[in-house]
């Protein structure tokens, strides 16, 4: 029996719910729906991003919504367009069944002529956002006077965003008897003031503890030099072949400057702010989702309508000035139950908002060092190994094959793997040759870590290699648990856990080493044996207090005349001269034409101009704080 029945709902809902795939309602929705159904109520729910908060409301809102009566009957403000128009569609797929209901969205950029037409014709629910919606009010191009229900989704972000005074007045013009519903992952004071004079004696639902961060995100922070943050955030992407993530800056300017340094070299990139127009914004939008763009580099503002489930990472290339803003950072991934990480690049001066954040989220930060390139030439290996395995042949290649057979017959089965895996290494470790050390010491959080010994002085520790992660649900807290218990070890006695999609690395003191290698390699986790080999790098385990890099590099300087390039294929890495490293979509290897990224959004540079130096300089990490955002 499909759980969503038992929230009250009625069959063309759930008919929908059905054709959504949906099975088990979210915390959010289990605790909001029935409540909203039984009676007229204020309510304040207090749930992070990425919970269902949409379904909990909408449901409610299209079983109350009269469909006979064309006049508007409620209103959604959403804090951008983004989220409007996300809100609209899916309010619109939940309705489907329901005859008569009309759903238009109301935001800027759009005709505010077509969209007052589309109201004229009759909207029982309004989407908008707070600037375009006040407009509509002042030209007297829609009437809120009679609705029934208003929700405030994202409400501390509305007003993180600047929009007080117009929710203030837009409010001001419904009636006093309509049903309020506030959504939002934070309370803070202006939420509260909101709530306090248009909300008369509101239910209030919490899912988790009220400001905390989401159980499905794990988080880290990389400590680096100001000048490092760039090829910090380089490497932390080389050492996730299969990232697909968010990455935030503060500034508009920052951010078009961090995308167009990845672009050109050679990654997958692309910049989202409020500069940008609708059509480039959606365009952006359209190629993320597609997962054409690995690296979706924004601002808080802009990001607000992203709503992908399967982000594997959030990057914070720069802490947001306001340190709750890193709530809504960090829940664009590990979303709709999937696993995600969470990532901080910091600086030493801004190292005591670690310790701030912890607090707001109930979480702890796992310090980590920038991946080395011997760690990372054997991660890309591994991927392209475990992507070779994985790749669907095409029979068509069948015809070649007498011919590829004639020019490979001489070498054995271990020289041709040898040779293929030499392609892609001997390029790639040439790349990384030439480095220096990008971490650096973390005096205020070592005292603090002195009672976990093993993992910060793991002296001759053991590295392994195990073939499952990501993909088998696990991130570097899940599989370090799965690992202690199924070898029955203590706490500390397993460190270093680093989780990729389709394998890990962890460490071990060497007594362990016999016992590691005995159990694992009899386990079977969902009828697949688990393989476990020793790995060839110490993954920095042979640190101390005193060199927390452990000899850990800064990747490529960009000095000689090869470099590798990513592959969108999966393929290896190849190089051509004087070439900076190319990262595609999915991930593979490298490739070396120049301006192959696409144009729209900015996501390309113009032809001829792939050797424009960017507008600021390599860190991009050191402008003034900027002042509150403008409404985007």
């Known amino acids: ?86 809100i609209t569609n899916e309010l619109k797929n939940y309705s489907k069944y329901e005859k008569g209901i009309n759903v238009v969205a109301v935001y800027g950029g759009a005709s505010i002529t077509e969209q007052a037409r589309e109201i004229k014709r009759g909207a029982q629910i309004i989407v908008a956002t707070p600037g375009r919606m006040q407009d509509m009010i002042n030209r007297g191009l829609v009437n809120i006077k009679n609705i029934d229900y208003c929700v405030l989704d994202e409400a501390d972000e509305m007003l993180n965003m600047g929009f007080y005074e117009d929710i203030v007045s837009i409010l001001s013009d419904t009636p006093d008897e309509k049903s309020t519903w506030l959504f939002s992952a934070t309370m803070p004071q202006e939420v509260a003031r909101i709530a306090k004079q248009f909300m008369s004696e509101p239910v209030e639902i919490t899912v988790g503890t009220k400001n905390s961060g989401s159980a499905t995100v794990s988080h880290e922070f990389y400590l680096v030099n100001a000048r490092d943050r760039y090829e910090a955030l380089k490497r932390i992407a080389d050492a996730n072949p299969d990232i697909f993530s968010v990455v935030f800056c503060r500034t508009k300017r920052d951010t078009q400057a961090v995308a167009e340094k990845l672009i050109e070299d050679g990654y997958s990139a692309a910049a989202l702010h409020g500069d940008l127009s609708q059509a480039q914004r959606d365009g952006v939008m359209k190629s993320f989702r597609g997962r054409q763009i690995q690296m979706l580099v924004a601002t808080d503002v802009a990001a607000r309508g992203i709503d992908v489930d399967n982000v594997t990472h959030v990057v914070n290339y720069q802490l947001p000035d306001e340190i709750e803003t890193y709530n809504h950072r960090s829940g664009r991934t590990g979303r709709a139950g999937r696993l995600g990480t969470s990532i901080v690049i910091v600086t030493k001066s801004e190292l005591r908002k670690i310790s701030s954040i912890e607090r707001i989220i109930k979480q702890k930060f796992e310090e ?63 790349y990384y040759k030439k480095n220096r050390d990008l971490s650096t010491q973390s005096g205020e959080r070592r005292e603090r870590n002195d009672s976990e010994p093993r993992e910060f002085n793991n002296n001759g520790a053991v590295r392994y290699f195990v073939n499952i992660g990501s993909r088998d649900n696990f991130d570097w807290m899940t599989l370090k648990d799965y690992l202690k218990e199924t070898l029955d070890l203590g706490r500390d006695d397993v460190f270093k856990v680093d989780v990729k999609e389709g394998f890990s690395f962890f460490n071990t003191d060497p007594e362990h080493t016999d016992k590691v290698m005995e159990v694992l390699n009899n386990v079977q986790l969902e009828g697949r044996r688990i393989n476990v080999e020793i790995s060839k790098n110490d993954g920095g385990g042979r640190r101390d207090h005193n060199n927390r890099g452990g000899g850990r590099s800064s990747g490529p300087r960009r000095e000689g005349s090869f470099a590798p390039r990513r592959e969108g294929s999966g393929g290896g890495f190849r190089s051509d001269r004087n070439s900076a490293p190319r990262r595609e979509s999915s991930g593979g290897g490298f490739r070396s034409e120049r301006n192959s990224a696409p144009k729209e959004g900015g996501f390309r540079r113009s032809e001829g101009s792939s050797d424009r130096a960017p507008r600021r300089s390599e860190s991009f990490g050191d402008s003034p704080r900027p002042r509150r955002p403008r409404r985007d």
């Open 1 to 86: 029996m499909n759980k969503f029945e038992q929230l009250g709902l009625n069959e063309s809902l759930l008919k929908a719910i059905l054709d959504l795939g949906f099975e088990n309602p979210s915390e959010v929705q289990e605790k909001a729906i029935p409540l909203l159904l039984e009676k007229d109520t204020d309510m304040v729910a207090l749930a992070q991003t990425g919970t269902g908060k949409t379904a909990a409301f909408g449901f409610p809102l299209i079983q109350k919504i009269d469909a006979d009566n064309r006049n508007t009957q409620a209103l959604v403000l959403s804090p951008t367009r983004e989220l409007c128009l996300q």
């Open 368 to 430: 980590k060092a920038i991946p080395s390139g011997i760690e990372i030439c054997e991660i890309q290996l591994l991927h392209l190994a475990t992507k070779i395995k994985d790749t669907e042949v095409d029979h068509e290649i069948d015809n070649y094959l007498p011919a590829i057979n004639n020019v490979l017959e001489d070498l054995s089965k271990e020289e041709l793997i040898k040779k293929m895996v030499s392609v892609e290494f001997n390029r790639f470790i040439a």
